[in-house]
């Protein structure tokens, strides 16, 4: 896609290529190590050649059933032609005008007088390339000759041959097969995994997201651009089906209600299941930030319900706004009450085990060998009033930045009726009362500071153990006083934050919310906290000195994550500063968004998986990665330079190379585990997609 320079009106996606995988094993017709080839007839009927036979795939079922005989015929040909007997055949094809290729271990061969001969290529640098070793050949819809080695990737068109390496952005280059598709597409199966070259762009699928096994010993493509592919585990196929960003949307938000919400009110994290890939037996279990995914999913809900008006979008969000309230009125009463507006992390039934057995020990260990600033207490679960939920104390400054994303935006969007809005005014009220009593700080039952509930002037500025957080705890404040004024509609809310900026210079600390090395080198979840906050801040904050200041620190963010491909990040920023400028001695700069922020933001809405299993993913060996350099890791000892890295474009890996649960995962990192046992939520769709339509990014 072409770089966006300039925001020209909404992007128009209509429908696009959503894809898919699906396994069909063949145990117990054959082994692992029993597989041969696949072929694909005119009717897309799939064969798969085993040391038993051949079998045909029929209803998922496989049928033994003979090969048809014109293409065991034309099978036959290339082995007749090899006159060599030291030459073993890799794959074959044909030529427009029907002589033969063949990809072989002494090189590329071609027909001529009745047999096979080496065809010597050169690039314009003087080398030679299909002397020996080359693992596959094929001619696509075009004409074009393409054959692979361990070299790279060469092709054949009208204009001469062309040659890719991992300069030129191919993925892998330890090739088994290649296969070609109708709309142009040329696959390439490798040891390790699949690609695709298509539109000058090259696309990788690995791991069992996508394919039984990683490794490919043949593929074809069928008519429809379906793409099967011959692994040690069986046959897959990945299909690309038309969908809209709308039905993708429905997919999740069907999902969501179906697997992921926990308790009857709701709250949203990830599951996990008996079975890998499977959701027929799901486990539910609470999450330290149950409050910030349930508050991204209701911010979603918020927007989604101002661009649709739809009654069931309205009672996503209201459910999601009665969940979070609940957080904090649960900490109330009971045999530990917390001061009035605390706010809980999450909850569970009692009639689930104690979670407080052994948790002592356990936080003691973290404060003595990994954070010093952790707290050890009892209990850290709480039970409520009517004896019916634990409640997590100990909340996080992420809650925080959840509930205050969350809270005017439903005040805004949603919420209708005076009652309604009294509901939130009064949660908004309660919890910015508390922080207010308590020196700026969210203090829980024990009557101390939660571990990361530190906002006051005195630690951000003066302590040492709080330097590192000064920026980021700044704008956080400022913000949900911004947010408190604009809900409840009381100005004593932005004297606090008056009396912050001018005595304690929170707006000064705030233009530095974190301070970076270069891209890659932030925590994702500070980024995410920091870009929920910049939103608010600007968004309820008048023309002014504070504004503009926000606005430069905001920009500043927004470049070092720009190469992430975020669409949350990207429409959260170009919200706010689409059209904006700031001033300095030099003069007057746009600080509208440019180059591919919205082509990008696009990219990754298109391309999450809908299959959102946490299946484990690898790229450290792919040869068109470029390492960050050491002082961008965010741990400078570590030995291991290939841990993190991006794309010789400069952007981190697509996400359908990548698997996390929510935004506050680190995308330059290249290698991710899982085994496919927990389900996660497609908030990370959901949101953005939203928040896009809400802001006129996306086009309806």
Known sequence: MASNTAFAGPFSVGKFPQETSEFFPMKPQAGADDFWSIEITSTDQVFVETREGWFLLSERQWLKKALPRAIQKTRQIPRKLLRSTQARLNQSTQLPDRRWLAAANEGLLIEAEGELVPWPVFDNKGRQWGTHDIRGVEVDRKGQIWFTSLAGVACRSSKGWQFFEGKDGLPYNDFTRIASGPDGEIWFGTHKGLIRYQDDRWDYRQGRRWLPDDKIMDLKVDSKGTVWVLTPEGIGCIRKDPITLAEKAAFYEKEIQSYIKRTPLGYLSEVSVTTPGKRDHIHYHDSDNDGLWTSMYGAGECFA???TKDPETKERAHQAFKALRFL???????????PQGFVARTIRSTK????????????????????KLWKAYEPRWPVSADGKWYWKSDTSSDELDGHYFFYPLYYDLVAQTEKEKEEVRQVVRDLTDHLIAHGYNLVDHTGTVTR??????????HDPDWWAERGLKSLSMLSYLAVAAHVTGESRYLEHQAELIQNHAFDT?????????????????????????????????????LRQKALLSFYAAWLNEAPEMNPFFHFAYAGQAMGREVSDPWGTHSISPTGDWLVDSIETLQGFPLNRFNWACENSHRIDIRSLPDQNSTDLLSSNPRQRGHRINGKVLPVENRHFNHW???PWQLDYGGSGNILASGTVF???????????FIAP
């Open 305 to 307: 319900y101002a661009v």
């Open 328 to 338: 904090q009125t649960v900490t109330q009463e009971g045999s530990h009450p917390a």
């Open 352 to 371: 689930l085990p104690d979670p407080n057995d052994g948790r002592l020990k356990q936080d003691e260990e973290i404060q003595k060998n990994k954070d």
């Open 452 to 461: 990361w509930g530190v906002y006051s002037p005195d630690a951000l500025n």
């Open 509 to 545: 600390n705030a233009l530095i919310y974190k301070i970076h090395r270069g891209i890659g080198s932030g925590n994702q979840s500070d980024d995410e906290m920091a870009f929920m906050c910049y939103y608010n801040l600007l968004r309820y904050t008048p023309e002014g000195p």
């Open 664 to 666: 506050n995962t680190d």
């Open 686 to 696: 959901l949101l953005p997609y939203y928040m896009g339509l809400y802001h006129g």
